[in-house]
């Protein structure tokens, strides 16, 4: 009977180099290794006789199949370039493989392609894998604040592309901020603006202390992105927790800040 490889040579290497290198780094500090060794040389026993048997049989680790072993969908979205893109997916990528293992695979490495034109703000590119079935995981894990990491970095288009695709406005980060907030803090007009156009809460407040976008763009003195949020109807005379302050408080006292320092 003919078994396909369970992983890809490279990495079952580099995931072993990493166990020792760990382990190795556990034993100078004294503390015992997180990986039992002998667990882990009959495992890497495992995976070397299931390549060997794969290999044998004439069966390719998955993923060997694409162009570039896979790598070249990542470089292609991170430079933008559409045409060589588009011609793997029509390609290359049209067929869906019967393996399960991948099939995870070309999902993997769909989702890193979009994750880099997302990182290099290739607009195009992004959106070519999302409408090709590109899976974001948009409802799991870090998936969830794609546009929140737009927003806090100024890439309009991106949290456009990402919202049209189905991202939730009020997806909270690791300081309970949604993609207006992180928007508003960072004074992104063009941002606040795509966050206000797919629906975002205006009047978001934080759990812990209560903040609103409002009060946020008037830390930092972002007065464009603050008559931004008045128009969208945002409550100006929302306190914030502890403080009580309002976002017009604030921002007074920021002008007052910069007068005397003039």
Known sequence: MQVAPLVNPARARTHVACMRASTTRARAGGIAPLVNPARARTHVACM????????????????????????????????????KLRALLDGPYAQTPEDSSARAIRIAQLRTAAQRAMACNQVVALKTLIDFGADLNFTMGNGRLVAVEACAA??????????????????????????????????????VDVCLKAGANVNFATKNQGTTAA???????????LVQLREAGADMT?????????????QREHVKRQLSNF
């Open 154 to 191: 100024g890439r309009a288009e991106i949290a456009h592309v990402l919202f049209d695709a189905g991202v939730s406005t009020e997806v909270v980060n690791g300081y309970g901020r949604t993609a207006l907030l992180e928007a508003s803090l960072a004074g992104h007009v063009d941002c």
């Open 215 to 225: 009060h946020l763009a008037a830390t930092n003195g972002h007065m464009p992105v």
């Open 238 to 250: 929302i306190e914030r927790l502890g403080d009580g302050k309002t976002a017009l408080q604030i």
């Open 48 to 83: 070397r006789a299931s390549t060997t048997r794969a290999r044998a049989g004439g069966i390719a680790p998955p993923g060997s199949d694409l162009p570039g072993g896979g790598q070249l969908i990542c470089q292609y979205a991170s430079e933008g370039n559409v045409i």
